[in-house]
């Protein structure tokens, strides 16, 4: 088993609906918890970093942690087809110096 | 926007060969990391400096891989030896840790663009 589960996908999606992304864990050890945006070929770009359980919002963006469940979401109001993109999420220990990835999952957003 | 920047972006050379990619992290930066991404996965850690200090370098793929930052700037990534295997793209990413919290503190990293390695 992965320490880090996340559905591939890929998921399409029409424009303005409402994207959900999710990944579990297995070590409950992690503490904080980031989302990442991948475009094709491009490096990943950070998007939502938070500590803890808990709810995090950025604009279209809210990030969710239920430690509880091990269990991490990404939320994307009204989506764009600039969204599309591969996400990843990532965690870590109290000390940041190896996040742990996701597979990613490949979004398609159709106009 | 100075961000985080790798050279070359792609990297063709046949297996045996020895390859350097170089990273500049974010310019007020003081933790570097080198990271692995092949295709249909997320990346994986190999490496960190603080500064100059390369403080993991347990997760480096095998003794054909290693690292420097020599004067806690730039940073680079060698590989001896090429092998198919080693055909990824290789991701650096930078981060700012304050200096009273040096000993282990969790601050946000932010990537460059890597350097694609295809190995013939």
């Known amino acids: 088993q992965k320490e880090v589960e996340q559905d591939p996908g890929p998921l399409s999606v029409p424009e303005g609906a409402i994207v959900s992304l999710n990944c579990t864990y297995s070590n409950s050890a992690f503490q904080y918890f980031m989302w990442y945006r991948q475009y094709s070929r491009k490096g990943p770009e950070l998007l939502m970093y938070?500590?803890?359980?808990g709810n995090k919002e950025d604009g279209r963006f809210t990030a969710q942690v239920d430690k509880s469940s091990k269990y991490i979401s990404l939320f994307i109001r009204d989506s764009q087809p600039s969204d599309s993109a591969t996400y990843l999420c990532a965690m870590s220990l109290y000390n940041n110096n190896d996040m742990r990835f996701g597979a990613g999952t490949r979004l398609t957003v159709k106009p | 926007d100075t961000g985080v920047s790798q050279d070359p972006r792609h990297k063709i050379t046949k297996r045996g060969q020895n390859v350097t990619f170089r990273c500049d992290p974010i310019?007020?930066?003081?933790?570097l990391y080198w990271y692995r991404q092949t295709l249909g996965q997320g990346p994986e850690f190999l490496t960190y400096f603080q500064n100059e200090a390369q403080l993991e370098k347990s997760r480096l793929l095998s003794d054909r891989f290693s690292a420097e930052r020599p004067k806690g700037s730039f940073s680079t990534l060698e590989i001896q030896r090429t092998e198919q295997g080693d055909s990824a793209m290789y991701l650096c990413?930078?981060?700012?840790?304050?200096?009273?919290?040096?000993?282990?503190?969790?601050?946000?990293?932010?990537f460059g663009d890597g350097t694609r390695l295809s190995i013939l």
């Open positions: 990413a930078s981060s700012l840790v304050p200096p009273d919290r040096e000993g282990g503190s969790n601050q946000p990293q932010h």
């Open positions: 310019s007020e930066h003081n933790r």
């Open positions: 938070t500590y803890s359980s």
